[in-house]
């Protein structure tokens, strides 16, 4: 859950449309995808709440993300705002070309901020059902690409299906993800994923997305509701995004260590 949970393919998904929808291959529909245009600043406050098997609420959270998107490289950190218990535990993730991101977490227990290792990527980021590899996106070429269905519905979107293999199985905790990307804004809508053993282990839905106006004045569709779920433990987790600003600039220092050592934005 790259909560988050974001380079327009709009003019190339225009043109398929105009053409045809059946012509495209399954790297072509995950490149579009991974492609999407994103806005280079986010600030959204966001409601996390973590669900039992029984469907009732066990805890319900709110936090502050800032984003950046620059040079073809994402940056994110979340700030844990309530409840008292995870409050000012922060997190920083920056994506790299050619390597594994850099993710680094403030617990406010310890006082001190650590690294997560690489083999620490398939454990729960803060007691969701996210790991820290879900955190992370992809490159388009780490996997295999097939194409399962050229059209089906789901969700009300008519999406293309797609199976993506990892060509290294040591890169991913996953045996291989199915991908239902829509036709119309190139998103990832529903998306299954699959354990080692092939059974099928979490759902992601992409419950509301929105499109939306920056400050720049540039749309973007914003994925505003996502639902997470284990389907082999029952438990899930739901983001909710309650405010967001996008393309006002939020400065460099907050994507640094020493803004999650304490928690102070300068200039």
Request: glycine share 4%.
């Given at each position: 859950?790259?909560l988050?949970f974001?380079?327009?393919?709009?003019?190339?998904?225009?043109?398929?449309f105009t053409?045809s929808?059946?012509?495209?291959?399954?790297?072509?529909?995950?490149?579009?995808?991974?492609?999407v245009?994103?806005?280079?600043?986010?600030?959204s406050?966001?409601?996390?709440?973590?669900?039992?098997?029984?469907g009732?609420?066990e805890?319900?959270?709110?936090?502050?993300?800032?984003?950046?998107?620059?040079?073809?490289?994402?940056?994110?950190?979340?700030?844990?705002n309530?409840?008292?218990?995870?409050?000012?535990?922060?997190?920083?993730q920056m994506?790299n070309?050619?390597?594994?991101?850099?993710?680094?977490?403030?617990?406010p227990?310890l006082?001190?901020?650590?690294?997560?290792?690489?083999?620490?990527?398939?454990?729960?980021?803060?007691?969701?059902?996210?790991?820290?590899?879900d955190?992370?996106?992809?490159?388009?070429?780490?996997d295999?690409h097939?194409?399962?269905s050229e059209?089906?519905?789901?969700?009300?979107?008519?999406?293309?299906?797609?199976?993506?293999?990892?060509?290294?199985?040591?890169?991913?905790?996953?045996?291989?993800?199915?991908?239902?990307i829509?036709?119309e804004t190139?998103y990832p809508?529903?998306t299954?994923m699959?354990?080692?053993?092939?059974?099928?282990?979490?759902?992601?839905?992409?419950?509301?997305?929105?499109?939306?106006?920056?400050?720049?004045?540039?749309?973007?569709?914003?994925?505003?509701q996502?639902?997470?779920?284990?389907v082999?433990?029952?438990?899930s987790?739901?983001?909710m995004?309650?405010?967001?600003?996008?393309d006002?600039?939020?400065?460099?220092?907050?994507?640094?260590q020493?803004?999650?050592?304490?928690g102070?934005?300068?200039?």
């Amino acid at each position: 859950m790259k909560l988050n949970f974001v380079k327009s393919a709009f003019v190339v998904s225009t043109m398929l449309f105009t053409s045809s929808l059946f012509a495209i291959d399954a790297v072509t529909v995950m490149q579009n995808a991974h492609d999407v245009a994103k806005p280079e600043y986010t600030i959204s406050r966001v409601q996390m709440d973590l669900i039992g098997k029984d469907g009732k609420t066990e805890e319900s959270r709110i936090i502050t993300e800032y984003g950046r998107d620059q040079n073809d490289l994402s940056s994110i950190v979340i700030i844990f705002n309530t409840p008292a218990s995870v409050k000012d535990t922060r997190f920083l993730q920056m994506e790299n070309k050619d390597k594994d991101d850099d993710k680094f977490i403030f617990l406010p227990s310890l006082k001190n901020t650590r690294r997560i290792a690489s083999s620490e990527g398939s454990k729960a980021f803060m007691g969701t059902d996210a790991s820290y590899d879900d955190m992370s996106t992809r490159e388009v070429d780490e996997d295999i690409h097939e194409m399962i269905s050229e059209k089906e519905e789901k969700n009300g979107y008519t999406c293309w299906v797609i199976k993506s293999t990892p060509k290294d199985e040591k890169s991913s905790q996953y045996s291989y993800r199915k991908n239902w990307i829509d036709y119309e804004t190139n998103y990832p809508i529903y998306t299954e994923m699959y354990d080692k053993k092939g059974k099928l282990l979490k759902t992601l839905t992409l419950e509301k997305l929105e499109k939306k106006t920056g400050e720049t004045g540039k749309e973007y569709n914003i994925p505003m509701q996502e639902h997470m779920v284990n389907v082999q433990s029952g438990h899930s987790t739901r983001l909710m995004i309650l405010q967001l600003k996008l393309d006002s600039k939020v400065p460099a220092s907050v994507f640094t260590q020493n803004f999650l050592n304490t928690g102070k934005i300068t200039k």
